[in-house]
DNA sequence: ATCTTTCTCAACCAAATGGTTGACAACGAA
DNA sequence: TTCGTTGTCAACCATTTGGTTGAGAAAGAT
């Protein structure tokens, strides 16, 4: 089982299935048997990625008589977008710096666009 | 292999070498040799892990003599924020809702905490 | 031409993953 | 109590994954 808790997000995330069962309980609770009925699969299946999730920290399962509701915890979404959102911009920073260093050289390629930039972000 | 590009992003970043690869080409291009330096592991292997992150489309892989410089793709990041973002989102706008459900409830349940902001982790 | 460097491809291996079936625990209903 | 429903656990199986070693392609250096 991976260590890191960003791997076990990334990593929950990266089966179709699962997505969709995120983007279900984003609309409200379920239980197992609601979230297999869609698929063509077991439910003890389902049961495996819903417990792949809850190791994630995306979801969790409490109990209500046989029935157990899952709930998104969306809060855990965090850890990622602030891990990709580091890196992409660090990344179009670079870019961007990149493209400095182009437009200041006078004509070594030439098909510099005759444009006036703004200066985004 | 996977099929959707959304699973092939997910899937790339599950994996802490490959997550730090990236970290490490945001700040600028590099050789694959370059890349392996840190690790011990075979530069075989980070090859394998490069060819992962190329089919992601989150790196591209250009020629200069011998050497084949490693180059980020910021854009694709774009993928997995628009989806993040959406169910997050969604998750939150129903959280607030159960909670003016919740606070138009005279005294339901009665365990209500007092009035405390943020999860208790 | 022959070496050397840089990198990828192919074959192989151990471990993880996503699925199955079967057994059974927990609980409400009869 | 016994039955039906809901869900998990255990064992098993096929495929994928992350690593290895060994061979070889591509291009500059000698």
């Given at each position: 089982m991976a260590a890191d808790p960003l791997s076990r997000v990334f990593s929950a995330l990266a089966d179709p299935t699962r997505r969709d069962i995120v983007a279900r309980l984003a609309i409200g609770d379920a239980t197992v048997n609601e979230l297999a009925a869609?698929?063509?699969?077991t439910v003890q299946a389902v049961s495996k990625h819903l417990r792949v999730l809850e190791d994630a920290g995306l979801v969790s399962r409490s109990r209500e008589a046989q029935r157990r509701p899952v709930h998104l915890e969306?809060?855990?979404?965090d850890l990622m977008t602030k891990w990709i959102e580091r890196y992409r911009r660090q990344a179009e920073e670079r870019y961007r710096r990149l493209d400095d260093v182009l437009r200041s050289m006078?004509?070594?390629?030439?098909?510099?666009?005759?444009k006036q930039e703004g200066t985004p972000s």
């Open positions: 869609p698929y063509d699969v969306a809060n855990v979404f006078p004509d070594a390629v030439d098909t510099t666009p005759p």
